[in-house]
């Protein structure tokens, strides 16, 4: 797709709108219709990196940031190149994007729905950023994707599992390279009935949004689908940090398994009560007890520390996978940074390398053009393995880890080990799955804010 050059007519701007709403993108005359929201003109283009550097998701949030500031380096000819040496795809030069220098704005989600759609908003009215890559939260992500398809730009999900990112809340101009819920359940639930039988009476704790209740839905159903029986299933509040009067319950419940539908910070302080209560220690139904985290992150272990030790969860990434994306990324980071990248870095790296080559590939920074480069795009050595990014609902398709708390760490870094590389197609889906939204579920259409 060539290039096309545009004229600018001048600039009209909305008030803010209740809940949303972004300034209207720039007016341009019909000989330029094609131009888009925050078109480069000059010799940079900036993309927009919104993650919680503050909240209970704020570790993995400094670490997604670490990773894109390693992947604006790599792209623009910096350092030793990372995964521009290993991916699949040959566009990217390490010259910029199109030839322009890659700069970057950041912003703070807080881990809240309303400070990442007011930091991406300014992002892309204030700073003029084309994309926006990050989050670690799938309540942000949801509301942060709303916003870029409105404002028409490129939403390139950072950390974001619950379901409904490209299910119900899927839009046309948002990408996730992230797995989701109903991977983790499909990749898990073998390996628990390997591991725990098929007769388990299972409690659930639940961080009380959409992330929470996805994970929660996807986990009773796989683990009822190997006879395991659903004792109760409590939600708790995302700001809380002692979960003592919610593991309190489940010792007169008659579960012998405790979920947790938590993440971070909910995580650690969550599973530190369960230990201190003496769950672990205990024989329930003739069983010994135990405790399953659907979705790992090594920051999570590493706080958890003894806690974490045989504890089952997945993983969208592990840093000790072998294949030669993922080497190459981890010598790149811990080169730079002194320590192996986290899951959610890793997720980050991937997102804005992958923007910055559908860009290359597609000729233009036009959304619509880089949403349809982005879209059955099959690719390789990024990390992960062969992944496809599906067209119907924008999530990509790739093995999925099943990992344990390591019982005898060597260091602070391998404090969970890889049980299980679960196939692609043992977690793939029809796009119209009922968890996915079903037949209503639609992307929309693209919106280049022309």
Request: hydrophobic letters at 35%; a negative charge.
């Amino acid at each position: 797709m060539s290039k096309t050059n545009y004229t600018r007519r001048g600039v009209l701007k909305t008030g803010a709108v209740a809940g949303a709403g972004v300034a209207l993108p720039t007016i341009f005359t019909a000989q330029s219709a094609a131009a888009y929201t925050n078109e480069p003109t000059g010799s940079t283009v900036t993309l927009g990196f919104n993650v919680p550097q503050t909240g209970p998701y704020a570790d993995e949030g400094n670490d997604e940031l670490l990773a894109q500031q390693l992947a604006v380096e790599h792209l623009n000819g910096m350092g030793d190149g990372g995964c521009l040496n290993t991916f699949s795809s040959k566009a990217l030069k390490g010259n910029g994007i199109l030839g322009k220098k890659v700069e970057f704005v950041t912003g703070d989600t807080q881990t809240k729905s309303d400070a990442a759609r007011a930091s991406a908003k300014s992002m892309i009215e204030k700073d003029g950023a084309v994309m926006i890559n990050g989050g670690s939260s799938s309540g942000v992500a949801v509301a942060v994707q709303g916003l870029c398809q409105e404002a028409g730009v490129i939403f390139m999900a950072g950390l974001t599992h619950a379901n409904d990112t490209t299910g119900k809340d899927r839009k046309a101009n948002g990408f996730r390279h992230f797995f989701n819920a109903y991977m983790s359940g499909a990749a898990l639930a073998p390996v628990l009935a390997k591991e725990m039988g098929n007769d388990r009476n299972a409690y659930h704790l639940t961080a009380d949004y959409n992330w929470g209740w996805t994970q929660e839905e996807s986990i009773v159903a796989s683990t009822e689908a190997l006879g395991w029986n659903t004792v109760n299933t409590v939600k708790t509040p995302l700001a809380s940090t002692d979960f003592s009067s919610y593991i309190a319950p489940i010792l007169n419940s008659g579960a012998d398994t405790l979920v947790l539908n938590h993440y971070g910070g909910n995580m650690i302080n969550s599973l530190t009560n369960a230990v201190q209560f003496g769950l672990l220690d205990k024989v329930v139904n003739g069983k010994d007890f135990k405790i399953v985290v659907p979705l790992y992150s090594e920051l999570m272990a590493a706080g958890a520390g003894e806690n974490i030790k045989g504890v089952l969860g997945s993983m969208n990434y592990n840093w000790q996978l072998q294949n030669e994306g993922s080497k190459q990324f981890v010598k790149s980071f811990g080169e730079k940074y002194g320590k192996p990248p986290s899951n959610s870095a890793q997720t980050c790296y991937a997102q804005v390398l992958l923007y910055a080559d559908a860009c290359e590939r597609a000729g233009t920074f036009d959304p619509c053009g880089v949403a349809a480069a982005l879209e059955n795009f099959e690719f390789d050595g990024l990390g992960n393995g062969k992944t496809l990014y599906r067209a119907d609902d924008h999530q990509c398709f790739k093995d999925v880890l099943v990992v344990r708390g390591a019982q005898n760490p060597t260091n602070a870094y391998d404090t969970l080990e890889i049980v299980e590389v679960t196939p692609a197609d043992q977690v793939t889906y029809a796009p119209n799955h009922p968890m996915f939204g079903g037949d209503e579920a639609t992307l929309g259409t693209c919106n280049s804010g022309a």
